[in-house]
C-alpha cells in the first residue's frame, strides 16, 4: 500500500511539474507578444522599413513605378510611426496590432528580397 502510494505521489509530482512548466512557457511567450506588440517596438519595425525602402530606392534609381510604391512605402511607416506615438494607438485592440505586426513583417521580408535580388553594380569582375 505504501508503494503504489509512493508511486502515485510521484506521478501526481510529475505531472504537477509538467503542468508548471506548461504554464510557465505559456507566460513567457504572452510577456514576449506583449513585448512585440508595444508603440515603440512598431516605431522601430516602421523605421527599420524606412531605411530599407531607402536602400531599394537607391539600389532601383531609374524605374519610375518602383520608385513611387517606394515612396508610399516611405510615407505609409512615417505615418504608423506618428501614429504609434498617439494613445490611440495603445487602444487598438492586441488582435489588430498583431495583424499589423504580421502585415510589417511580411512587408520587411519582401524588402529584404528585394534587396538581395538586387543587379550588381557593375558588370566588371573584382
Known amino acids: 500500500m505504501l ?3 509512493r508511486a502515485w505521489m510521484r506521478t501526481r ?9 506548461r504554464t510557465l512557457d505559456a507566460l513567457r511567450e504572452r510577456r514576449q507578444l506583449e513585448r512585440e506588440l508595444t508603440a515603440e517596438s512598431f ?5 527599420e522599413l524606412r531605411e530599407l525602402a531607402g536602400l531599394c530606392r537607391a539600389l532601383w534609381p531609374r524605374q519610375h513605378a518602383f520608385q513611387e510604391r517606394i515612396k508610399r512605402i516611405m510615407d505609409e511607416m512615417e505615418q504608423l510611426d506618428r501614429l504609434a506615438a498617439t494613445p ?21 521580408n519582401q524588402l529584404m528580397e528585394t ?9 566588371t569582375l573584382q
Request: glycine fraction near 0%.
Open 3 to 5: 508503494r503504489r502510494l
Open 43 to 47: 516605431r522601430d519595425l516602421a523605421r
Open 13 to 21: 509530482l510529475c505531472q504537477m511539474r509538467h503542468d508548471l512548466r
Open 88 to 108: 490611440q494607438f495603445r487602444r487598438l485592440s492586441s488582435q489588430k496590432r498583431l495583424e499589423i505586426r504580421k502585415s510589417l513583417l511580411h512587408s520587411r
Open 115 to 123: 534587396v538581395q535580388n538586387a543587379p550588381a553594380p557593375t558588370t
